[in-house]
């Protein structure tokens, strides 16, 4: 029999992160990844690698997250994602599945990403926006938050919002925390508001120390100008807290 020649396979995926570490894949906690990988090798019969576009920490969610894998395997693209959907638990769905070139590399080829950031700030939160929203029950100035936001746009070293461990420091070269942000609007919902974002890439817990930085300047607690200087400080400790995770969704991936 001849064999079939290699597959690349690209898929689009939701999750709810909930009951996640996160995506990526560890040995003793539950991840996006893992499951996704258990499934596709049950289907395939082979051991598979899946490349995600970028690493979601636990308790995120995705609408838009892209990754590939490269199988052998024959079972035709709908096939494979309505196979992939029934053994899915019901947190994890593939949204879209097809063949992509053979250098198509989820991480590697991605243009930018958008995140967005939900946040309730009545006195109570219902049960079912839990885990979907930050709660921050309090009054804000979007108006101070836009302006402060808009700082943000253009290329930046973004240390003043990065997460230890985000990056191997000791590498020399690169663009280390330098990152280019694009598109920013923060808007009103029922009961709150959200914080979208957008550029080339994203540190790790980026987003989430920008909001959680941009949260006292909608209070009033901080000016934009203050904002402002912790943007160019470079340094992580003069910012704020890491906004909770589950307010957190990974919208679109761009290539």
């Known amino acids: 029999m001849i064999p079939m020649a290699e597959r690349n396979i690209r898929l ?5 992160g909930t009951a996640y570490a996160g995506w990526q894949r560890q ?4 991840t996006v990844q893992g499951v996704l990988e258990d499934k596709i090798s049950l289907m395939t019969r082979e051991s598979v690698t899946l490349y995600g576009a970028g690493r979601t920490d636990a308790g995120v969610h995705a609408l838009g997250m892209c990754a590939n894998f490269k199988t052998r395997c024959g079972i035709p693209c709908l096939g494979f994602q309505k ?8 947190d994890i769905r593939v949204l879209a599945l097809d063949e992509a070139a053979e250098r198509f590399h989820a991480r590697f080829d991605a243009q930018g990403k958008t995140y967005f950031y939900q946040v309730i700030t009545t006195p109570l939160i ?6 979907y929203y930050a709660h921050f029950p309090r009054a804000f100035d979007l108006e101070a938050m836009e ?8 290329e930046h070293d973004f ?9 191997d420091l000791t590498v020399t070269g690169g663009r280390g925390a330098v990152r280019t942000i694009n598109h920013k609007r923060i808007y009103a919902i029922p009961g709150g508001f959200t914080v979208e974002i957008g550029g080339d890439g994203f540190l790790r817990h980026m987003v989430r120390n920008i909001i959680g930085t941009l949260i006292p300047v909608g209070r009033g607690e901080k000016t934009v100008a203050n904002f402002t200087k912790i943007l160019y400080a470079k340094d992580r400790s003069v910012a704020g807290d890491t906004a909770p995770a589950q307010g957190l969704f990974l919208k679109e991936v761009f290539y």
């Open 27 to 30: 040995k003793e906690q539950p």
């Open 159 to 167: 240390t003043s919002f990065e997460a230890a461990g985000s990056r």
């Open 12 to 16: 689009l995926i939701a999750y709810d």
């Open 147 to 154: 302006l402060a936001l808009s700082t943000l746009l253009g």
């Open 83 to 90: 196979g992939m959907n029934s053994l899915l638990p019901p």
């Open 126 to 131: 219902l049960p079912t926006q839990r885990l």
